[in-house]
Every structure is written in C-alpha cells, then in structure tokens.
C-alpha cells in the first residue's frame, strides 16, 4: 500500500458526490398538489369591513337594433370611429360625485 492522505481523498470524494446530484430538480419540485386545499372552503375575516350603502341591481334597458353594416367587433367599431370622428370623446371616467374628471379622446 501507498499511503493516502485522508484529507486529499475526502476533497475527491466530496467532488463527486458534488457530480453526482443532479443539476436541475425533479418536476415533482415544481408542481404542488393543491386540490384539498381548493375542496377547503375559505371562512371570511370577521376583522374585514362589511359594504356600505344600497346594494345594485341590473336594469334591463331597450333591446339593440342590429344594423346590417356594423363592424364585427367592439374593437373594429372603435377603430370605425376613431378614424371618421379624430379627437372625440371615447372614455370618460367619473369620480364619486359624478363629475367627469378624465375624458379619452380618439386619436389618428
């Protein structure tokens, strides 16, 4: 036998075992199975604020006639009308008293 310095072999051997763990983890890893947490039924927070004021409900208005030439789609019919009425208004946004506070123009 030739003398072997333990310290040296333990390096090599901490080296491969380095080499053998794989590089990337197992896809067990990467998926939790979560479907008994999604059957658990979620209790609301008894500290959460409760609504305020009237609750809201849908009013059914006047059914649409539909034009034979209307564009397919609401995208479509915004870019129709952007293009024949440049810099009209398009959006507006209403803060909690009702006036308008932003307005989203058209544009060519």
């Known amino acids: 036998g030739v003398p072997v310095n333990s310290r040296v072999s333990s390096k090599i051997q901490?080296?491969?075992?380095t080499l053998k763990r794989?590089?990337?983890?197992?896809l067990k890893e990467?998926?939790?199975?979560?479907?008994?947490?999604?059957?658990e039924v979620q209790q609301p927070d008894p500290n959460q604020p409760k609504p305020e004021g009237n609750?809201?409900?849908?009013?059914?208005?006047?059914?649409?006639?539909?034009?034979?030439?209307w564009p397919p789609s609401l995208l479509?019919?915004?870019?129709?009308?952007?293009?024949?009425?440049?810099?009209?208004?398009c959006l507006t946004?209403?803060?909690t008293t009702g006036k308008a506070i932003y307005t989203l123009t058209y544009g060519r």
């Open 14 to 17: 901490q080296l491969l075992n």
């Open 30 to 39: 990467f998926f939790v199975d979560d479907f008994e947490e999604l059957l």
């Open 76 to 89: 479509a019919a915004l870019q129709r009308w952007g293009t024949t009425q440049p810099k009209a208004p």
């Open 55 to 69: 609750q809201m409900n849908v009013l059914k208005g006047e059914p649409l006639c539909v034009v034979a030439n």
């Open 93 to 95: 946004a209403l803060d």
């Open 22 to 26: 794989p590089k990337r983890p197992p």
